[in-house]
């Protein structure tokens, strides 16, 4: 391989490595070229050396990802990391803490990352069908008098403009007569 495309497959290599993703179509930021330049013992590249060629750049993806045991991220890896964080989220139903969970799974796995947006709908979706079922089944277990009692909650005063989990839900006004009094 010429130089430039050397030290671009080294950049897809390290790029899928690291982030678990290709990079994006384009130019080898200058200090990561020079960088890979030395670690492979030849001279850097001109600016913009790298890709000359496009498909160059995605024929060196596509090899990147071979070398490195990476598959892509489909319909079936989808099924997969939706069974897994389903799991997950009975255990850990925080957005943020199963987001980079899946990550973490998608990587030990080798299957490449979709786009933040892909993965935060679905991270989004199963922890809304978690606390949904859990409340459901929440639900089901009270008795016919703690219902009632529930739904009472709910219902709005007519002369306060407010139900009693509204005023429940407030946080405690300063401690002053008018406060104590207040229903």
Not at 2 to 7: G, T
Not at 40 to 46: C, D, N, Q
Not at 68 to 82: I, P
Request: proline share 8%.
């Amino acid at each position: 391989r010429r130089p430039e495309n050397r030290i671009g497959y080294a950049y897809h290599l390290c790029f899928l490595r690291g982030f678990g993703q290709t990079p994006p179509y384009g130019r080898i930021p200058r200090p990561i070229a020079e960088h890979l330049a030395e670690q492979l013992g030849i001279r850097p590249l001109p600016a913009g050396r790298y890709p000359i060629r496009r498909r160059s750049f995605f024929e060196h993806a596509a090899q990147a990802k071979e070398a490195l045991g990476f598959r892509s991220f489909g319909r079936k890896a989808m099924s997969r990391l939706a069974a897994v964080l389903e799991e997950e989220a009975l255990r850990q139903p925080d957005d943020r803490e199963l987001f980079f969970f899946g990550v973490r799974w998608l990587l030990k796995e080798r299957i490449l990352l979709p786009g933040r947006s892909t993965l935060d709908r679905e991270v989004t979706r199963l922890v809304n069908e978690v606390e949904s079922n859990a409340l459901g089944l929440l639900f089901k277990s009270l008795s016919n008098e703690r219902r009632e009692g529930m739904e009472k909650l709910l219902v709005v005063d007519p002369k306060k403009r407010r139900s009693a989990f509204h005023w429940l839900k407030r946080p405690p006004g300063a401690p002053t007569a008018g406060s104590i009094n207040e229903e």
